[in-house]
């Protein structure tokens, strides 16, 4: 059992950034397959990045080249640096971990998920 705590979300203008923390009660961290989704209104929720061990990393094409996932294993912590927000990137960001290396971009493949963070663009 792990439990994910997520913080960071605010309100950026286009082009700005933020950083998303996501932090994680398992002393079994550096184990899990670490994700970030994010949900916008009326939207389901989709894939953004996941994290294999320390290197191994997965974007969405949406996100490529602006996003960045990454972790602190001494820290229990992951990571989402989100750079040049647009608009369409507002949701609420959710953190998800899963010691499974599945489908990585399906919502069914985390077992475990944080209680979101909102992330609003204005243009």
């Known amino acids: 059992q792990v439990q994910l705590v997520e913080s960071g979300g605010g309100l950026v203008q286009a082009g700005g950034s933020l950083r998303l923390s996501c932090a994680a009660s398992?002393?079994?961290?550096?184990?899990?397959?670490m994700a970030w989704f994010r949900q916008a209104p009326g939207k389901e929720r989709e894939f953004v990045a996941a994290?294999?061990?320390?290197?191994?990393?997965y974007y969405a094409d949406s996100v490529k080249g602006r996003f960045t996932i990454s972790r602190d294993n001494a820290k229990n912590t992951a990571y989402l640096q989100m750079n040049s927000l647009k608009p369409e990137d507002a949701a609420v960001y959710y953190c998800?971990?899963?010691?499974?290396?599945?489908?990585?971009?399906?919502?069914?493949?985390?077992?475990?998920w944080g209680q979101g963070t909102q992330v609003t663009v204005s243009s």
């Open positions: 998800a971990a899963d010691l499974r290396s599945g489908s990585y971009y399906y919502t069914a493949a985390y077992a475990y």
């Open positions: 398992s002393g079994l961290f550096s184990r899990y397959v």
């Open positions: 994290m294999f061990g320390s290197a191994r990393t």
